[in-house]
T-cell receptor
Framework: KAGVTQTPRYLIKTRGQQVTLSCSPI?????VSWYQQTPGQGLQFLFE???????NKGNFPGRFSGRQFSNSRSEMNVSTLELGDSALYLC??????????????FGPGTRLLVL | AQTVTQSQPEMSVQEAETVTLSCTYD???????LFWYKQPPSRQMILVIR??????QNATENRFSVNFQKAAKSFSLKISDSQLGDAAMYFC????????????FGKGTHLIIQP
């Protein structure tokens, strides 16, 4: 099976712009989670989607949003970009979204640079 | 709130020797799962090993094993016969029930393998 794919891999934006990142889970996986990785804060959970519904959300401002489509592909959107949003954004998928009882398989990430 | 702490920002080991990475955690949940993930320079997170809290037996995957001390809330990773390909950032992570917000990660340990 193909792994989790993320597009684009690299992105440069300027402050105030918005950005959309895409994640395609492993075929058959229905849960997608998003994480932000920065040198200062480390890895932080953004949100999780299962069957097109957001089930959990981390402690991020409303500028961060996401959605999931019927084919389980997920997008996350960041509006009004700030310099601090520069990060590696990782998505992970699991078959049934059963928390820790399933292994999360990560994609290669999208590196976002905000100038 | 749940926390994961890795007290060793960097570790170095000679090739073929054994190294132990430390991790402590805190959670009020009785049902939780612990993981070690490896992140090589490619940035792709790869699961190394997982442990269910309800299992007393320590998990083992080839050269990788854990020492799970539930009462002490400690979850260390032992890498035997270290290889150059083991060089990476290693993250300890936890998933606990009760509507937990995805995986909670430690800050990571940078493992250097010296030839």
């Amino acid at each position: 099976k193909a792994g989790v794919t993320q597009t684009p891999r690299y992105l440069i934006k300027t402050r105030g712009q918005q950005v959309t990142l895409s994640c395609s889970p492993i075929s058959g996986h229905r849960s997608v989670s998003w994480y932000q990785q920065t040198p200062g804060q480390g890895l932080q959970f953004l949100f999780e989607y299962f069957s097109e519904t957001q089930r959990n959300k981390g402690n991020f401002p409303g500028r961060f949003s996401g959605r999931q489509f019927s084919n389980s592909r997920s997008e996350m959107n960041v509006s009004t970009l700030e310099l601090g949003d520069s990060a590696l954004y990782l998505c992970a998928s699991t078959p049934l979204g059963r928390g820790g009882s399933e292994t999360q398989y990560f994609g290669p990430g999208t590196r976002l640079l905000v100038l | 709130a749940q926390t994961v702490t890795q007290s060793q920002p960097e570790m170095s080991v000679q090739e073929a020797e054994t190294v132990t990475l430390s991790c402590t955690y805190d959670t009020s949940e009785s049902d939780y799962y612990l993981f070690w993930y490896k992140q090589p320079p490619s940035r792709q997170m790869i699961l190394v090993i997982r442990q269910e809290a309800y299992k007393q037996q320590n998990a083992t995957e080839n050269r990788f094993s854990v020492n799970f001390q539930k009462a002490a809330k400690s979850f260390s990773l032992k890498i035997s016969d270290s290889q150059l390909g083991d060089a990476a950032m290693y993250f300890c992570a936890m998933y606990s029930g009760g509507g937990a917000d995805g995986l909670t990660f430690g800050k990571g340990t940078h493992l250097i393998i010296q030839p």
